[in-house]
């Protein structure tokens, strides 16, 4: 090999490790940065103090000129749970699979709800969505409520909207499958029922396959919220969160001394092959 194709060879793998480089800083650096500085943004604005005198629909306002998408904000204490939620309008809400609350394109995405729902309507059971990304933001975090512990120090759920402010209680932390190969498909995403007795069927489907034996109960005046975000266990898993809105003049503490990990949850059929 003579030294111009040897020179010529080094100068291609050199360019090759050179673009990698970039392509990994990119990914690893620059990335999670703007993302966590975009939303920084929003959290200025939610969490100034002048915001904290405001009623429920004035609240948004501020983010609303950004996106009128914008009308909630969900927030888990000591995690990094703390984000504006949208809610596509035209029903296109895989636009937030990859746009931010701005609208930008952003692989990081947006805290988003499920079309079926309406944020100007209190549905039996409220959906949301969002990424597990790498580096822990999103809805990454959901996946540490498969230990005990963690669950003991995160019980509640902090979900306002434009309607109202409300804490929510975890009754379910549960892994589920979305492909038949898996097993039976447990739907998980209904918004309404048709009676109380579907709704508590529901409850107690959530609560068998719940992870955690969580002693916080549900009768037929309750209401749901449900976070939903992507758990590698199997090819298309996903690990799911299932609160109870705290009822009108309930303590919104949780014993969760009481709580024990479940010894027999109902798993998807994958697990028992």
Request: aromatic share 10%; with cysteine; hydrophobic share 35%.
């Amino acid at each position: 090999m003579t030294n111009k194709i040897r020179k010529i060879l080094i100068g291609i793998c050199s360019a090759v490790i050179l673009v990698s480089l970039i392509i990994l800083c990119k990914i690893l650096i620059l990335d999670p940065m703007l993302a966590d500085r975009t939303n920084k943004q929003a959290k200025d604005i939610y969490h100034s103090s002048e915001q904290e005198t405001l009623a429920p629909e004035d609240k948004f306002k501020s983010l609303q000129e950004l996106n009128s998408d914008i009308f909630g904000w969900i927030k888990i204490n000591n995690t990094v749970i703390d984000y504006p939620v949208v809610w596509a309008q035209d029903g296109k809400a895989e636009f937030y699979l990859n746009h931010n609350y701005k609208k930008e394109k952003s692989k990081y995405g947006s805290i988003f709800m499920d079309p079926a729902c309406d944020p100007t309507y209190i549905h039996r059971n409220t959906i949301l969505y969002g990424h597990h990304m790498a580096d822990g933001q999103m809805f990454a975090e959901l996946l540490k409520y498969s230990d005990l512990e963690f669950y003991k120090s995160h019980p509640v759920i902090k979900f306002d909207t434009i309607l109202s402010e409300n804490t929510w209680k975890i009754i379910s932390v549960f892994k589920t499958n979305t492909r038949e190969e898996h097993g039976e498909i447990f739907n998980y995403t209904v918004a309404d029922f048709d009676s109380t007795a579907d709704f508590l069927e529901f409850v107690d489907e959530v609560k068998k396959r719940s992870l955690i034996n969580i002693p916080v109960t549900v009768n037929e005046d309750d209401v749901l919220l449900t976070l939903s975000t992507c758990s590698y266990e199997y090819k298309d898993f996903r690990t799911v969160i299932v609160a109870r809105k705290v009822r009108d003049q309930e303590d919104p503490e949780v014993e969760t001394d009481e709580a024990t990990k479940a010894s027999n949850p109902l798993m998807p059929a994958c697990y028992y092959r």
